[in-house]
């Protein structure tokens, strides 16, 4: 395990204050709230002053950086039309308008996981913007919806005409979903289904980079008959990548997740005319840019930088950072409330005791890393130094908490704060 690689402090370009956050280590680098905190690295603001930057207007479709950006994703993801849109959020609500207002109108609904994004976290969009019930499914192996949970809870065919429902227009699947991955093989069934009955899937993919890199890792272990042994030397992840894209009709993606880009997010559909109806949800939400070509060579560069570079190596470190820090929290006596199958942990024993999470945001700080609540992302821009921090205070963490000198083991479990980093 290594430290990311240090960027080129010496740019043939631009002369940087010596305490410009866009050197390194990364202001970000022992933050492990969400992935969302990267702070933009060199690289990045190198492709601010590459000569092929245009700054065309987007809405004009005259920005080359913000198309090329685009073929480009829509090749990795073996997708044929794209647009960039704001916002993870914006780009799902984007995503759910269109495929509505193409399937006849209201009542509809949407069958999504009681977990999702858009359930959740996304202000109420669905209902308020759509005009859309959403149906969600609670499933019973505690991880992702199956073909089954779906099936029942979906209102097509004689009863999707039904006087008493809102008919089935689409199911939402989301990979990773909270940091655990939906198998390719139960997308597949749930796709294939839906082709049958006329229901579009949709994918809320924020983290898909992640879920490509730890389908990856579950067949490239399966093979080895052991882990991979150096970062980088994972096979098959642009293929995990395609198979995903392969078992929906639309895909939202995260730029700003995962590989660390600035800003954005990128809606990828198989129907051109999609796109289109999408451009004007886009117009609608406020979400035609204009000089987008600062944001997108950014996010073209953490593409190259974060995912393309070396197979991905940066990502693979996030994961196996997380293996080792849930061993770690294991071994210490905690739990874990899901199982750690990318880059993100929910450590059990801390929000299940009065002042738990406050003691461990507490001691997180003491060895200079900022934790939120139960939940721990690892980003691309921490450090080997931070992971032993967050390791030393897991270890103090346990050691006060078995001597009881705060809280209480007998208090009644708490629900886990709700705080909006996502
Ligand atoms: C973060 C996230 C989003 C929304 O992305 P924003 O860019 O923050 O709007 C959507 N879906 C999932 C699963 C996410 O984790």
Not at 73 to 92: D, E
Not at 296 to 312: F, L
Not at 362 to 373: N, S, T
Request: with cysteine; charged share 25%; glycine share 8%.
């Amino acid at each position: 395990m290594s430290n990311p690689a240090p960027a080129n402090q010496t740019s043939a370009y631009l002369t940087l204050p010596t305490n410009s956050p866009f050197l390194t280590p990364s202001p970000s680098s022992h933050d492990f709230r969400s992935d969302t905190v990267t702070t933009p690295s060199l690289t990045q603001l190198h492709a601010l002053t590459s000569p092929t930057l245009s700054l065309g207007d987007d809405v004009y479709s005259e920005s080359t950086t913000t198309t090329n950006l685009t073929t480009r994703l829509c090749t990795l993801f073996n997708k044929p039309h794209g647009l960039f849109v704001t916002s993870g959020t914006q780009s799902n609500q984007i995503a759910l308008l269109t495929h509505l207002a193409r399937s006849g109108g209201p009542p509809h609904s949407i069958i999504a996981d009681s977990d999702s994004h858009i359930l959740n976290y996304e202000a109420g969009g669905t209902a308020t913007l759509g005009g859309c019930q959403i149906m969600p499914i609670t499933p019973q192996n505690g991880k992702w919806v199956t073909l089954e949970e779906v099936k029942r809870k979906a209102a097509v065919g004689a009863v999707g005409e039904d006087e008493h429902y809102a008919g089935t227009k689409v199911v939402c699947l989301e990979n990773t979903i909270n940091g655990v991955v939906m198998p390719v093989e139960e997308m597949r069934r749930i796709r294939e289904w839906a082709r049958e009955v006329g229901v579009k899937v949709h994918l809320d993919g924020a983290r898909l980079w992640n879920a490509a890199v730890a389908v990856a890792e579950e067949r490239d272990t399966a093979e080895r008959g052991k882990e991979y042994e150096v970062t980088g030397q994972l096979r098959g992840t642009v293929e995990a990548l395609r198979e995903l894209t392969a078992c929906v009709d639309t895909v939202s993606v995260c730029l700003s997740k995962g590989i660390g880009a600035p800003v954005g997010s990128v809606l990828l559909a198989d129907d051109e005319k999609f796109i289109a109806h999408a451009r004007r949800f886009r117009k609608m939400l406020g979400g035609g840019l204009r000089q987008t070509g600062v944001l997108t060579a950014m996010a073209d560069a953490a593409v190259t930088e974060v995912w393309e570079s070396n197979n991905a190596a940066l990502l693979q470190r996030t994961h196996r950072i997380a293996r080792r820090l849930s061993k770690k929290w294991v071994e210490l006596g905690g739990t874990l409330n899901k199982e750690v199958e990318s880059s993100m942990l929910w450590l059990g024993g801390i929000d299940d005791v009065d002042g738990g999470v406050e003691r461990w945001e507490a001691l997180a700080k003491e060895d200079g890393c900022k934790v939120a609540y139960s939940r721990v992302v690892v980003h691309w821009q921490i450090t080997d130094e931070a992971v032993k921090g967050l390791e030393r205070a897991m270890e103090r963490y346990w050691v006060e908490r078995k001597q009881g000198t705060w809280g209480s083991a007998e208090d009644e479990a708490k629900e886990a704060k709700k705080v909006g980093y996502r």
